[in-house]
């Protein structure tokens, strides 16, 4: 069936280092990817998207990259913080009014 | 500008009861998704409703079901309650639930339901 799935439910990290967090989609014909951040008690959040017709794309931070070929997607975290501890949702939009969301990975980042 | 507003924020029910639980979207946004997150299973698509129409819905039994008023306030039902219904329900809305960059989903906290 549909799924975007993750290579690695848990990641740690130093303060002040790069993060990476990889995900994979089955569905080839997904044109819109988007990263969430969930913190403990609260709904995820929109970190940044990307549209099919991209294979990078950058923001305060963070950089999503895409390749279609292979159906991967990751999301680059320069200099993580503290404040990045969370779990790490990627998803995609069918198109068809449904969002599809990964199984997640939780990041901590070590002080 | 007010957030995605869900209530109640816990829940508490026994097996076989019903419960509906209630999603107020940002102004101005007219599609309201509805997910169910387990550490087990993720989050888990239940349905989304556009002008009081369900438009897509998962793979949920008939025992879940939602609706939308014409304000796009929207509340989802789950009836005959099962342990494994114990879960953080999360409403999410976006301006017209087509998918792109300007239809970003924007989530509320959740309602934390549990089923003894």
């Known amino acids: 069936g549909e799924s975007v799935g993750l290579h690695l439910p848990t990641l740690s990290v130093q303060e002040g280092d790069n993060s990476i967090i990889n995900c994979a989609y089955s569905?080839?014909?997904?044109?819109?990817f988007i990263w969430y951040k969930q913190e403990s008690g609260k709904g995820p959040q929109f970190i940044i998207d990307?549209?099919?017709?991209?294979d990078k794309r950058q923001g305060q931070r963070v950089t999503v990259l895409l390749n279609k070929t292979v159906k991967h997607l990751s999301l680059q975290i320069a200099a993580t913080q503290p404040g990045d501890s969370a779990v790490y949702f990627c998803?995609?939009?069918?198109?068809?009014?449904?969002?599809?969301f990964g199984a997640g990975t939780r990041l901590f980042v070590k002080a | 500008k007010a957030g995605v507003t869900q209530t109640p924020r816990y829940l508490i029910k026994t097996r076989g009861q019903q419960v509906t639980l209630s999603c107020s979207p940002i102004?101005?946004?007219?599609?309201v998704s509805w997910y169910q997150q387990t550490p087990g299973q993720g989050l888990q698509f239940l349905f989304e409703?556009?002008?009081?129409?369900?438009?897509n819905k998962g793979n949920f039994p008939g025992r879940f079901s939602g609706r939308q008023f014409s304000n796009s306030r929207s509340e989802m039902n789950v009836s005959t309650l099962e342990l494994g219904d114990s879960a953080l329900y999360l409403c999410?809305?976006?301006?017209?639930?087509?998918?792109?960059?300007?239809?970003?989903?924007?989530f509320g906290s959740g309602t934390q339901l549990s089923v003894l």
């Open positions: 998803a995609e939009n069918t198109g068809g009014f449904k969002t599809i």
């Open positions: 409703y556009f002008s009081e129409t369900q438009r």
């Open positions: 999410a809305s976006s301006l017209e639930g087509r998918g792109g960059t300007n239809e970003k989903l924007f």
């Open positions: 102004s101005g946004h007219r599609s």
């Open positions: 569905n080839s014909a997904s044109d819109y």
């Open positions: 990307i549209r099919s017709n991209m």
